[in-house]
Nanobody, 122 residues
């Protein structure tokens, strides 16, 4: 599975961005999809995940109520809508795919995209 993340950029605090992650494989709909982020000097951390059908999602407490994960299986794409952005959301954002339903650690994901940089200015 090849994953291509896009949509990052520079935004002011309080603004919004929508990240996309396109997958190459036809069996995309069978994978759990997740978003992680890594700020400079910090560990890669879990942001959100979505199940195969898109009917169940889970977000980290730090982004709950501000970020929404969704997917379009017909287009092999997963999205991360980010609203009310804060400077502490600045990081490289990575999409990943896996098969473990409750996966929230990077070790539980098998394939990774290249990352897209999100910078939130204060």
């Amino acid at each position: 599975v090849q994953l291509q993340a896009s949509g990052g950029g520079l935004v002011q605090a309080g603004g919004s961005l929508r990240l996309s992650c396109a997958a190459s494989r036809r069996t995309f709909s069978t994978y759990i999809m997740g978003w992680f982020r890594q700020a400079p000097g910090k560990e890669r951390e879990f942001v959100a995940r979505i199940n195969w059908s898109g009917g169940s999602t889970y977000c980290a407490d730090s982004v709950k109520g501000r970020f929404t994960i969704s997917r379009d299986n017909a287009k092999n794409t997963v999205f991360l809508q980010m609203n009310s952005l804060k400077p502490e959301d600045t990081a490289v954002y990575y999409c990943a795919s896996g098969t473990s339903w409750r996966a929230t650690t990077k070790e539980e994901y098998d394939y990774w995209g290249q990352g897209t940089l999100v910078t939130v200015s204060s």
